[in-house]
């Protein structure tokens, strides 16, 4: 069937059915009004985003000598105090160096003390002139070098001994051990790098939740905000804290944008446990105890074709008006508005609470004749909204 005789058809039919809806004599059509009543609220706003349950504090214990791990003293959730012995490694081989050190020292001083006698037996007799300054001058020099060595053997002892001590591995924080990379009996090499051994948790009462907050909505997004969050791991508890930095570095992943915001997350029941993942609800704008009404109040306009017999529609000049329904007329109120969350706008001046204001309608009108109002008509774009979740206010009007 060609195309435009399907189009014909329609239209056809469209306008059959406009002529039998103007046209249809004095057969009554019921228009449904909906409304919201003006109440006291909380608008607020807000933007989502999923972030990661991790300590404030940790730290990732090593060891700067190589060796075998010769004693674990603490497992996975070891409770451990700074200072504590947690691990060692094997003293054969640093002992032994250390020993070797000592020797050369031992040398060292043996030889200082040699040139020392032997430089002092010169100076006497470079003064009585009896040797030559060249000899003189070796001595001086082969007393200084002796001394050189004595100290660059004092150093190596220490070197050696430090490495010893580096065998001892101690926690460098109170906390709870989270992770563990070795067991005994394992090599560890410390040539280029630091091999991990524990990580430790500082204060596992006390959390954070590092989310990635998209860049279209890191403006709104303020140190300080009340955040709520929830885990997959307690699905029925909201868990509650504070923005407490938004980090300047952005992270770019497939194009997407994101900046790092560190919230607070108070643990004291131990629910929280590292690695859990947040789904972040961050307040942008919180407003408490003001008048609201729907935005659909706002945008409502009514037709002639709502009217019941001899109703008539009062209009006023504002630009800014909510609709509503005095016995058969549809009067407007001129009102005022302050902020707006995209589902509630407030109303500051004209209006007060209580008031029931008009938000749509519905009747037997065929759905193109409605003029986009209510929500029988679904060619019509609904209130803009943001990218991310909206706050809904809190005592919104229910619709009647």
């Given at each position: 069937?060609n195309k435009k005789v399907?189009?014909?058809?329609?239209?056809?039919?469209?306008?059959?059915?406009?002529?039998?809806?103007?046209?249809?004599?004095?057969?009554?059509?019921?228009?449904?009004?909906?409304?919201?009543?003006?109440?006291?609220?909380?608008?607020?706003?807000?933007?989502?985003?999923?972030?990661?349950?991790?300590?404030?504090?940790?730290?990732?214990?090593?060891?700067?000598?190589?060796?075998?791990?010769?004693?674990?003293?603490?497992?996975?959730?070891?409770?451990?105090?700074?200072?504590?012995?947690?691990?060692?490694?094997?003293?054969?081989?640093?002992?032994?160096?250390?020993?070797?050190?000592?020797?050369?020292?031992?040398?060292?001083?043996?030889?200082?003390?040699?040139?020392?006698t032997n430089f002092e037996?010169?100076?006497?007799?470079?003064?009585?002139?009896?040797?030559?300054?060249?000899?003189?001058?070796?001595?001086?020099?082969?007393?200084?070098?002796?001394?050189?060595?004595?100290?660059?053997?004092?150093?190596?002892?220490?070197?050696?001994?430090?490495?010893?001590?580096?065998?001892?591995?101690?926690?460098?924080?109170?906390?709870?051990?989270?992770?563990?990379?070795?067991?005994?009996?394992?090599?560890?090499?410390?040539?280029?790098?630091?091999?991990?051994?524990?990580?430790?948790?500082?204060?596992?009462?006390?959390?954070?939740?590092?989310?990635?907050?998209?860049?279209?909505?890191?403006?709104?997004?303020?140190?300080?905000?009340?955040?709520?969050?929830?885990?997959?791991?307690?699905?029925?508890?909201?868990?509650?804290?504070?923005?407490?930095?938004?980090?300047?570095?952005?992270?770019?992943?497939?194009?997407?944008?994101?900046?790092?915001?560190?919230?607070?997350?108070?643990?004291?029941?131990?629910?929280?446990?590292?690695?859990?993942?947040?789904?972040?609800?961050?307040?942008?704008?919180?407003?408490?105890?003001?008048?609201?009404?729907?935005?659909?109040?706002?945008?409502?306009?009514?037709?002639?074709?709502?009217?019941?017999?001899?109703?008539?529609?009062?209009?006023?000049?504002?630009?800014?008006?909510?609709?509503?329904?005095?016995?058969?007329?549809?009067?407007?109120?001129?009102?005022?508005?302050?902020?707006?969350?995209?589902?509630?706008?407030?109303?500051?001046?004209?209006?007060?609470?209580?008031?029931?204001?008009?938000?749509?309608?519905?009747?037997?009108?065929?759905?193109?004749?409605?003029?986009?109002?209510?929500?029988?008509?679904?060619?019509?774009?609904?209130?803009?909204?943001?990218?991310?979740?909206?706050?809904?206010?809190?005592?919104?009007?229910?619709?009647?």
């Open positions: 069937m399907i189009i014909g058809g329609v239209a056809a039919v469209a306008v059959v059915a406009l002529a039998g809806f103007f046209f249809s004599g004095k057969k009554e059509r019921k228009v449904s009004f909906e409304t919201a009543t003006i109440v006291n609220t909380t608008i607020s706003s807000s933007v989502t985003a999923t972030g990661t349950i991790e300590p404030v504090t940790s730290v990732t214990v090593g060891t700067q000598v190589s060796g075998i791990v010769s004693h674990l003293y603490v497992d996975y959730n070891s409770v451990v105090k700074k200072g504590q012995v947690i691990a060692e490694l094997d003293k054969t081989n640093l002992i032994s160096e250390l020993s070797t050190q000592k020797a050369n020292l031992s040398s060292a001083e043996s030889k200082y003390a040699y040139q020392k037996r010169y100076q006497k007799l470079f003064d009585k002139g009896l040797v030559s300054a060249d000899d003189f001058e070796n001595a001086k020099l082969a007393y200084l070098q002796a001394e050189e060595s004595v100290n660059t053997a004092k150093e190596s002892v220490r070197k050696a001994q430090t490495n010893l001590s580096y065998a001892t591995i101690t926690s460098p924080i109170d906390g709870v051990v989270l992770s563990k990379a070795v067991e005994e009996g394992q090599t560890v090499a410390a040539s280029f790098n630091t091999p991990e051994l524990f990580t430790i948790a500082q204060d596992l009462t006390n959390m954070q939740v590092v989310a990635d907050v998209d860049e279209a909505d890191i403006a709104d997004v303020k140190q300080g905000a009340r955040v709520t969050f929830t885990v997959d791991a307690y699905p029925d508890d909201v868990f509650e804290g504070k923005v407490t930095q938004v980090r300047q570095s952005a992270t770019t992943t497939n194009n997407v944008v994101t900046y790092e915001v560190v919230i607070s997350a108070p643990n004291a029941d131990l629910k929280l446990k590292p690695g859990l993942t947040a789904n972040v609800t961050i307040v942008t704008q919180e407003k408490p105890n003001v008048l609201a009404a729907p935005v659909a109040a706002l945008r409502f306009a009514p037709l002639e074709t709502m009217l019941e017999p001899e109703g008539k529609i009062i209009d006023c000049d504002s630009k800014t008006k909510v609709w509503v329904k005095e016995g058969k007329d549809l009067k407007a109120i001129a009102v005022k508005t302050g902020v707006s969350n995209g589902a509630l706008t407030e109303i500051t001046e004209g209006i007060s609470a209580g008031k029931e204001v008009l938000t749509g309608f519905s009747s037997g009108m065929p759905m193109m004749m409605q003029g986009g109002q209510g929500n029988s008509n679904p060619f019509m774009p609904g209130p803009p909204g943001r990218r991310n979740g909206q706050g809904q206010g809190q005592g919104q009007g229910a619709s009647k």
